[in-house]
């Protein structure tokens, strides 16, 4: 069992930056891929990035890619989600995820669930 715990989302002006952490409990965390993902309104929820459970590889939704980072401190149990260079249509709620397979991309591939924490980019 993982329970995770999204913070760090906020407002933000285009062009600004934000930093996502997630802390999981558990002590499993290590042997977990871990993904964000993000919805907005009316919208269905979408792939943004993912961490290999050894942190040494990683994979973005074309959208992100170049301007946001993931990465993982297993020690600290905590998934980050670095996002620069924002713009109004990152706006979303961002979830943090874990999954038993190896840098799934589909929600499906996810077994446990944050709460996830608002992002909002103004123009």
């Known amino acids: 069992q993982v329970q995770l715990v999204e913070s760090g989302g906020g407002l933000v002006q285009t062009g600004g930056s934000l930093r996502l952490s997630c802390a999981a409990s558990?002590?499993?965390?290590?042997?977990?891929?871990m993904g964000w993902f993000r919805q907005a309104p009316g919208k269905e929820r979408e792939f943004v990035a993912v961490?290999?459970?050894?942190?040494?590889?990683?994979y973005y939704a074309d959208s992100v890619k170049g301007r946001f980072t993931i990465s993982r401190d297993n020690a600290k149990s905590t998934v980050y989600l670095q996002m620069s260079s924002l713009n109004p249509e990152d706006t979303a709620i961002y979830y943090c995820?874990?999954?038993?397979?190896?840098?799934?991309?589909?929600?499906?591939?996810?077994?446990?669930w944050g709460q996830g924490t608002q992002a909002t980019v103004s123009s």
């Open positions: 995820a874990a999954s038993r397979n190896y840098l799934s991309d589909s929600p499906k591939g996810y077994v446990y």
């Open positions: 558990g002590r499993t965390f290590s042997s977990y891929t």
């Open positions: 961490i290999s459970w050894s942190e040494d590889r990683t």
